[in-house]
Nanobody
């Protein structure tokens, strides 16, 4: 699976962005997809994940109620809708794929290149 994330940018606090992750490869539709982020000087952390069917989603407590993950297997694309953004959401956001039921970065086998999200106060 090859992944490419895009849609990041600069937004004011309280604003919204939608990230997209386009995938190639036959295993995309059977993969759990995750979103992770890494801020300067910090470790990569889990943000959200969505099951292969899209029926189950998982979120970090810090984004619950503000971020929503969805997917369109017909388009080989997964999305992360981010609302009410805060300065602490500033980071590089990565999409990743795994065949495991996991939210641990080390369990994800394929990673996109990352897209920068910057939230100004």
């Amino acid at each position: 699976v090859q992944l490419q994330a895009f849609g990041g940018g600069l937004v004011q606090s309280g604003g919204s962005l939608r990230l997209s992750c386009a995938a190639s490869g036959r295993t995309f539709s059977s993969s759990r997809m995750g979103w992770f982020r890494q801020a300067p000087g910090k470790e990569r952390e889990f943000v959200a994940a969505i099951s292969w069917s899209g029926s189950r989603t998982y979120y970090a407590d810090s984004v619950k109620g503000r971020f929503t993950s969805s997917r369109d297997n017909a388009k080989n694309t997964v999305y992360l809708q981010m609302n009410n953004l805060k300065p602490e959401d500033t980071a590089i956001y990565y999409c990743a794929a795994t065949q495991r039921n996991s939210i641990t970065p080390g369990d994800y086998d394929y990673w996109g290149q990352g897209t920068q999200v910057t939230v100004s106060s």
